[in-house]
């Protein structure tokens, strides 16, 4: 089994910044994408931004030059530097990650539980 533990999140006023982050341990052989999605009140869940192990990151339209998303393979963590908040910026954040548990055995998608991130106006 795979554990995304997060950490960071809060109360924070329009413009200002927050961290997220997120660790990941447990049966990994390979870790294929780290990420992070978030869910307003009443809303589904977004993606925000994502980092394959190889390639470029993918961010949301709407945190574009706002957000960056960063992996440290070696420690299995990822996190999100949140810049210049705003209030449309609420909701619960999930780390997510693709991971391979074991040689040969399928690639399957995991979920933090979520962290809270408030931007007050």
């Known amino acids: 089994q795979v554990q995304l533990v997060e950490s960071g999140g809060g109360l924070v006023q329009a413009g200002g910044s927050l961290r997220l982050s997120c660790a990941a341990s447990?049966?990994?052989?390979?870790?294929?994408?780290m990420g992070w999605y978030r869910q307003a009140l009443g809303k589904e869940r977004e993606l925000v931004a994502s980092?394959?192990?190889?390639?470029?990151?993918h961010y949301a339209d709407s945190v574009k030059g706002r957000f960056t998303v960063s992996t440290d393979n070696a420690k299995r963590t990822v996190s999100l530097q949140m810049n210049n908040l705003k209030p449309e910026d609420t909701g619960v954040y999930y780390c997510?990650?693709?991971?391979?548990?074991?040689?040969?055995?399928?690639?399957?998608?995991?979920w933090g539980q979520g962290t809270q991130v408030t931007v007050s106006s």
């Open positions: 997510n990650a693709d991971v391979q548990p074991a040689l040969f055995r399928p690639v399957n998608t995991y």
């Open positions: 447990g049966s990994i052989f390979k870790i294929n994408t």
């Open positions: 980092l394959p192990s190889y390639g470029n990151a």
